[in-house]
C-alpha cells in the first residue's frame, strides 16, 4: 500500500482530476463482461476509489447498478456533482461498507494500489456473490516515444522520484504484485490513445500525486518548463497520449 498522505492528496486536485485524466476505452468494460461471464447490464456493482466518477460513469452507461465508495471529501463532491443518480457511500477498500454475497461485480480503477490486499482481498471475496467478480485496472503510459521517455525523466527529477518506466510484467509477476495470492485470475492488455490540448496533457501529468505533494513552486516552475519544450515539439498544440490498459479479473 502507497503512503495515505499520497492517497488522499487527491481531494487537494478533485476538479482537476476530474477535467483532465483519461477515462478507458470500450473494449475495457467488454473484457469485464466476457471474463466476468455476465452483461454489465442488471449488474449489481460497487466502482471502489471511484474518485471523480470517471470508471462508475462507464458502468453506468452500461447499465450496471452502481455505487461509489470513495473516501474523501473532495472527490465524493465531484462525483456527485456528475453522477447525481449514483449513490456515494464513504470507505475504502480495506473495510467495505457492503452487505456480505452482495454484489455482482466489484471494481477498482486506479485505486487497488491504494489498498492493504491483506484486508482488501477478503472484503472483496467478502461482499462478491458466489460467480460475482472482482476486476482491477490502470492506465499505464505506452508512450515510448523518444519525447514521452525524456518527460518521464523530467518528472522524476522534479519530484525526486525513480523515472517511471514502462514494466512488462508476466501474468504471474503481475497478479503477486496485485497481492491476489493463490486466486485464479484472468488478464487481459488493451491498447488505445488519446489526443488532447497541450494544457490538457500538462494538467493531466501534474494531477497524479508525485505532484500534489509537491511544494506549489517547485510545480509551477516545471509546468513552464515542460509547456515550453512541449510547445516546440507540437507547435499545433495537441498531444497523443498513448495508454496500456491492463486489468485483472478474479472469479468468485
Request: glycine residues 8%; charged residues 25%.
Amino acid at each position: 500500500m502507497t503512503s495515505p498522505s499520497r492517497a488522499h492528496s487527491f481531494n487537494s486536485a478533485a476538479a482537476q482530476y476530474a477535467a483532465n485524466r483519461p477515462s478507458y476505452p470500450p473494449a475495457l468494460l467488454d473484457a469485464v463482461e466476457e471474463i466476468g461471464g455476465r452483461p454489465l447490464a442488471g449488474a449489481r456493482a460497487a466502482d471502489v476509489g471511484a474518485g471523480t466518477g470517471i470508471a462508475t460513469a462507464l458502468l453506468r452507461e452500461r447499465g450496471a447498478r452502481v455505487l461509489a465508495v470513495e473516501p474523501g471529501d473532495a472527490m465524493s463532491a465531484e462525483l456527485r456533482r456528475a453522477l447525481p443518480g449514483v449513490p456515494v457511500v464513504r470507505g475504502d477498500g480495506n473495510a467495505l461498507p457492503l452487505a456480505t454475497d452482495s454484489l455482482d461485480l466489484l471494481t477498482y480503477a486506479q485505486s487497488w494500489h491504494w489498498t492493504d490486499t491483506d484486508r482488501s482481498v477478503p472484503e472483496a471475496m467478502r461482499v462478491l456473490r458466489p460467480g460475482g467478480a472482482l476486476a482491477l485496472w490502470w492506465n499505464t503510459d505506452a508512450a515510448d516515444a523518444p519525447w514521452a521517455v525524456a518527460q518521464r525523466e523530467r518528472i522524476a527529477r522534479a519530484c525526486g522520484v525513480r523515472p517511471a518506466a514502462r514494466r512488462h510484467l508476466d501474468d504471474e509477476d503481475a497478479g503477486r504484485l496485485a497481492g491476489l495470492g493463490e486466486l485464479p485470475f484472468t488478464r487481459r492488455k488493451l491498447s488505445w490513445n488519446r489526443t488532447v490540448p497541450l494544457d490538457t496533457h500538462l494538467a493531466n501529468v501534474t494531477s497524479h500525486s508525485p505532484f500534489l505533494v509537491l511544494d506549489a513552486a517547485r510545480t509551477a516552475e516545471f509546468l513552464a518548463e515542460e509547456r515550453a519544450l512541449l510547445s516546440e515539439l507540437f507547435p499545433e498544440g495537441t498531444v497523443e497520449e498513448a495508454y496500456e490498459v491492463d486489468v485483472l479479473v478474479v472469479r468468485r
